[in-house]
């Protein structure tokens, strides 16, 4: 039967072998002082100055560690790589100025999935998810990479000794500081406290941090080296689907969105008075519930957009005009569903409440309707390569966006604004806002007031540390010092608020 044939090298081998075996304390060093200097700064849970210090700092040390090989990537991938980067920390430094616990953590997952793709690399729909799976195991990877480099021999450029007695000074200084220092601590109640706000205790949670910042310098540093072969990932498609198979589906669902876009033109002209004379319809049945049925059918439009301009034949003239005209309209009538599912969600919230959830879901409405935007324009030319990446750059420029609109001061003075026609306003709803409304609710009537600013107290009594310093939290406390104690009240007054409480069955 003769040999056995060799087995086709695998992924691993053939596009992401990894760097070769290095040497010296560059990389090492590196993961090792961005980690700790991460680990310390952050506030854990609490939002604060110190998300946006230690990612700067994990960001400076991968480049100080990696340098002379980012240095060699191409020029136009290494730009890239530094957008996204810098994408990450921006996102970051939301934390030192929203304190909206959804908010900040959008922006933290935003950043994690651009500090993914500063790592890796992706540009396309494919790519785009890989790197969000292959920078977590390159992290796992890069340790026994990372580790290589203490015990290989030296490089003769370097000074390893050197630089050795340097780093065990650093470990020697830190143990000092930490004997010493909890030794001095436990002597003099007046230096402890100070201490306690200047460095961080030491707790299994700090502990978690490091390992985790630490990581994510191992897969920067790894996978920077020698980053991944993604033209296999971003292959375009083989046309699988004849003119018939793909048109009558997509000529269906233009007939389908004609159909609705046409009811939708008196909803949209008619405003309140055809919402309120239709039979059977109210504004929680036809806005809220409306809402989230356009915005899934947009979210399915894009994927069967996808999919179609991927896998549908375009080999002759007739075959190209055809999915230019239906993928145009298509596109142009998922635009109109858009603009419905933004009008339900604004009237909803103008004759109930204006939220700041409600406020994100309108703003990744829009996006999406930008998503069909950008495919028309696509779909002149037929390049539509740099819709993914792109998409994410304005998913990025919208969190940032309601960061400096301040969604939750937004919706609080929307609802103010309205209580002050109507005499009506949600105190319940109101009184579970961040510190990022207090300034606003802290001018409303005693009776409402008091319910508002109940429960904001308990998260503003403890002083925050230096690297725990937060814009929303400062302005809040300002607010309740002008206030005063005799301002604030409790779930008694929030009972008694209850007259001007718009209806709960909404």
Same mark, same amino acid.
């Given at each position: ?21 290095? $040497?010296?304390?560059?990389? %090492?060093? &590196?993961? =090792?002082? @961005?980690?700790?200097?991460? !680990?310390?700064? +952050?506030?854990? /849970? ?84 890989? $790197?969000?799976?292959?920078? %977590?195991? &390159?992290? =796992?990877? @890069?340790?026994?990479?990372? !580790?290589?480099? +203490?015990?290989? /021999? ?93 048109? =009558? ?258």
């Amino acid at each position: 039967m003769g040999p056995p044939r060799p087995l086709a090298p695998g992924f691993l081998e053939a596009r992401w072998p990894g760097p070769k075996p290095a $040497s010296g304390w560059r990389v %090492p060093v &590196a993961v =090792l002082v @961005g980690g700790l200097v991460a !680990a310390i700064v +952050l506030p854990g /849970t609490r939002v604060g100055i110190g998300w946006f210090l230690g990612g700067f700092a994990l960001v400076a040390a991968v480049i100080a560690g990696i340098w002379p090989a980012a240095a060699a990537l191409p020029k136009a991938d290494r730009a890239m790589r530094a957008v996204w980067a810098g994408s990450a920390v921006v996102l970051l430094s939301v934390l030192a100025f929203r304190n909206a616990w959804w908010l900040v953590t959008f922006c933290v997952l935003g950043a994690l999935g651009c500090a993914a793709l500063a790592i890796v690399g992706g540009q396309r729909v494919r790519s785009i998810l890989f $790197s969000l799976v292959a920078a %977590p195991f &390159a992290a =796992l990877r @890069g340790i026994p990479w990372v !580790a290589k480099h +203490l015990s290989a /021999t030296g490089d003769r450029r370097e000074p390893p000794r050197h630089t050795q007695r340097v780093v065990w000074s650093a470990i020697i200084t830190v143990l000092f500081v930490l004997v010493f220092g909890a030794l001095l601590s436990s002597a003099d109640a007046a230096f402890s406290q100070v201490l306690s706000a200047i460095v961080p205790t030491v707790s299994v949670g700090r502990v978690f941090l490091f390992i985790m910042c630490a990581l994510i310098a191992v897969a920067a540093v790894y996978t920077v080296a020698a980053p991944p072969d993604l033209s296999t990932i971003d292959k375009p498609g083989t046309a699988r689907l004849r003119r018939l198979e793909w048109g =009558l589906p997509i000529g269906a669902l233009v007939l389908l969105y004609s159909g609705f876009v046409v009811v939708q033109a008196t909803v949209l002209f008619g405003g309140q008075h055809h919402v309120l004379q239709t039979a059977g319809l109210s504004y929680a049945e036809y806005a809220r519930s409306g809402f989230w049925q356009l915005a899934t059918v947009t979210v399915l439009t894009i994927a069967v957009l996808g999919g179609v301009t991927r896998w549908a034949s375009r080999e002759d003239r007739v075959d190209r005009i055809l999915l230019r005209t239906l993928l145009g309209l298509l596109s142009s009538l998922s635009i109109v569903i858009v603009v419905s599912a933004l009008s339900r969600m604004y009237a909803y919230q103008k004759v109930y409440s204006f939220t700041g959830e409600r406020i994100f879901v309108m703003a990744f409405e829009l996006l999406l309707g930008t998503v069909f935007i950008m495919i028309m324009v696509a779909g002149i030319r037929w390049r539509g390569a740099w819709i993914p990446s792109t998409s994410v750059g304005l998913a990025v420029v919208m969190l940032l966006t309601l960061a400096v609109l301040n969604p939750e001061d937004y919706a609080a003075r929307r609802n103010i604004a309205r209580y002050k026609e109507t005499g009506k306003i949600d105190a319940w709803y109101l009184r579970a806002l961040s510190s990022d409304a207090t300034p606003a609710l802290s001018t409303l009537p005693d009776l409402v007031r008091r319910c508002t600013l109940s429960w904001i107290v308990a998260d503003l009594d403890e002083p925050d540390p230096w690297y725990g310093w937060n814009l929303g939290r400062e302005n809040a406390r300002d607010a309740l010092d002008r206030v005063g104690s005799s301002g604030i009240g409790g779930s008694s007054d929030c009972q008694r608020a209850d007259q001007f409480d718009l209806p709960k069955t909404r």
